[in-house]
């Protein structure tokens, strides 16, 4: 399984910008999908993550990205979004999307996302 996250890049404070991940298997078959980042000098914490209950799905957020962040999935596409708005310096980090497989995580490599002015 292979992951592939882009989008990232330079941002002003308050700016916006969306975060795509690609998978090279078809993704409505994976219970759990979702983003973590690592910021400057900081451990790799998650972000928002996606997971199938029953015939539907449910997502949730770390406290300092609700209202802020929204993920979602494309299934049409392989594909996984995080659309994030209002972005703050303390945003700043290397992105990576995730997704189980079983008892396995998969990885892909992160995309940078700066806020500065």
């Known amino acids: 399984v292979q992951l592939q996250a882009s989008g990232g890049g330079l941002v002003q404070p308050g700016g916006s910008l969306r975060l795509s991940c690609s998978v090279n298997r078809r993704i409505v078959s994976i219970k759990s999908m979702g983003w973590y980042r690592q910021g400057p000098g900081k451990e790799r914490e998650w972000v928002a993550s996606f997971t199938r209950v029953g015939t539907g799905s449910m997502s949730n957020y770390e406290d300092s990205v609700k209202g802020r962040f929204t993920i979602s999935r494309d299934i049409s596409m392989n594909t996984m979004s995080l659309q994030m708005m209002s972005l703050q310096p303390e945003d700043t980090a290397v992105y990576y999307c995730?997704?189980?497989?079983?008892?396995?995580?998969?990885w892909g490599k992160g995309t940078l996302v700066t806020v500065s002015s």
């Open positions: 995730q997704a189980r497989i079983g008892n396995t995580d998969y």
